[in-house]
C-alpha cells in the first residue's frame, strides 16, 4: 500500500521561494521514480519534475532553472524547492509515484501553492 502526503504549500509573492515535500509509505519507494505535477484552475494536470530512482531528473521548460527535486530514499521523501517563483506557478501541487513493477500511478491530496502579491 503506498501513501504519499504533501506539505509546504501556501501563498508567497512573486519572487519567493517555497519548498514542497512528499512523504511516501511503503517499501516501493527507493525503487520507482517520483514526480511532482501541478493543476491550476481551469487547465490540465501538468508534469512539473520528474526524478527517476537513480535520480537522474526532467523538468518542464516553464521552471527550469527555477524548481529544483530531489529525492531522500532512507527518509522516504520527495522534495520541490521552487525558487522565483511566478503568478503563472500558482496551482494546487502533486506528488506521484509510479510502481513499474504494476504499471500503476499513485498519487497524494495534493497542497496549494498561490503566487500573488
Known amino acids: 500500500q503506498v501513501q504519499l502526503v504533501e506539505s509546504g504549500g501556501g501563498l508567497v509573492q512573486p519572487g519567493g521561494s517555497l519548498r514542497l515535500s512528499c512523504a511516501a509509505s511503503?517499501?516501493?519507494?527507493?525503487?520507482?521514480?517520483m514526480a511532482w505535477y501541478r493543476q491550476a484552475p481551469g487547465k490540465q494536470r501538468e508534469l512539473v519534475a520528474r526524478?527517476?530512482?537513480?535520480?537522474?531528473?526532467n523538468y518542464a521548460d516553464s521552471v527550469k532553472g527555477r524548481f529544483t527535486i530531489s529525492r531522500d530514499n532512507a527518509k522516504k521523501t520527495v522534495s520541490l524547492q521552487m525558487n522565483s517563483l511566478k503568478p503563472e506557478d500558482t496551482a494546487v501541487y502533486y506528488c506521484?509515484?509510479?510502481?513499474?513493477?504494476?504499471?500503476?500511478?499513485?498519487w497524494g491530496q495534493g497542497t496549494q501553492v498561490t503566487v500573488s502579491s
Open positions: 506521484n509515484m509510479f510502481v513499474e513493477l504494476v504499471n500503476r500511478s499513485y
Open positions: 511503503g517499501s516501493a519507494f527507493r525503487l520507482n521514480p
Open positions: 526524478i527517476t530512482s537513480g535520480a537522474s531528473t
